[in-house]
């Protein structure tokens, strides 16, 4: 298995605009969760999935934050309108259970200008 | 609220060190420690986990002491080498939604 795989890696956007990041997880894991990391905060579970229906979403910052899982294999994070303050490192983690070790993407390096 | 504490923020060694990170927490309902270790542009990727009903783990050159009376838990890297250096994180799992609570991480540095 090639392991999770987000895209793309960089992102530069300005003010405003929306911003889509997307992750492949690994196939057969039920869980999946967006993370986003920066050096003031750490790592910031935002939400996470279980078998494709959101299960806890309380960290997702605000309404311009939403994300989607129409299938096993796919997810997507958007954020619109995108803000300067949403510059960080967003990273995609998959599990096959509840508790059991994530395994991370490479991360999507998010500047908005 | 920062419910794993993790110190110190940075960490700079010595080539054939003894590294150590440690973390403290305040709920007791915390069952399962991991920690991971992230490298420059890579996503963290578990490195050795522990459960509080064993004082200590040991993988490699990696050991995780649990001391659960005082609520703290070290990672020890033994024979620290240039390639150790990374960014660490604790973490902790609890409750039924079993929501990983991670520590702030620090950067360890091993100089050559």
């Known amino acids: 298995d090639a392991g999770v795989i987000q895209s793309p890696r960089h992102e530069v956007t300005e003010m405003g605009q929306e911003v889509t990041l997307r992750c492949k997880p690994i196939?057969?894991?039920?869980?999946l969760f967006w993370y986003r990391q920066t050096m003031m905060r750490g790592l910031e579970l935002l939400i996470y999935?279980?078998?494709?229906?959101?299960?806890?979403d309380s960290g997702m910052p605000e309404d311009r934050f939403s994300a989607k899982m129409p299938n096993a294999s796919f997810s997507t994070l958007k954020i619109q309108p995108s803000e300067p303050r949403d510059s960080a490192v967003y990273f995609c983690?998959?599990?096959?259970?509840?508790?059991?070790?994530?395994?991370f993407g490479s991360g999507t390096q998010l500047s908005v200008l | 609220q920062q419910q794993v504490k993790q110190s110190p923020q940075s960490l700079i060694v010595q080539k054939g060190g003894i590294s150590i990170i440690n973390c403290a927490y305040e709920?007791?309902?915390?069952?399962?420690f991991p920690w991971y270790q992230q490298f420059p542009g890579k996503g963290p990727a578990l490195l050795i986990a522990?459960?509080?009903d064993v004082s200590e783990k040991k993988e490699g050159r990696f050991t995780i002491s649990f001391n659960k009376s005082a609520k703290q838990f070290s990672l020890h890297i033994m024979d620290s080498q240039p390639g150790d250096s990374a960014t660490y994180f604790c973490?902790?799992?609890?409750?039924?939604?079993?929501?990983?609570?991670w520590g702030l991480g620090t950067s360890l540095a091993v100089n050559p």
């Open positions: 999935f279980n078998n494709n229906v959101p299960i806890d």
């Open positions: 522990i459960r509080p």
């Open positions: 983690a998959s599990s096959f259970r509840a508790g059991g070790k994530l395994f």
């Open positions: 196939s057969g894991h039920d869980y």
């Open positions: 709920n007791t309902a915390f069952d399962y």
């Open positions: 973490a902790a799992y609890a409750g039924n939604n079993r929501k990983l609570i």
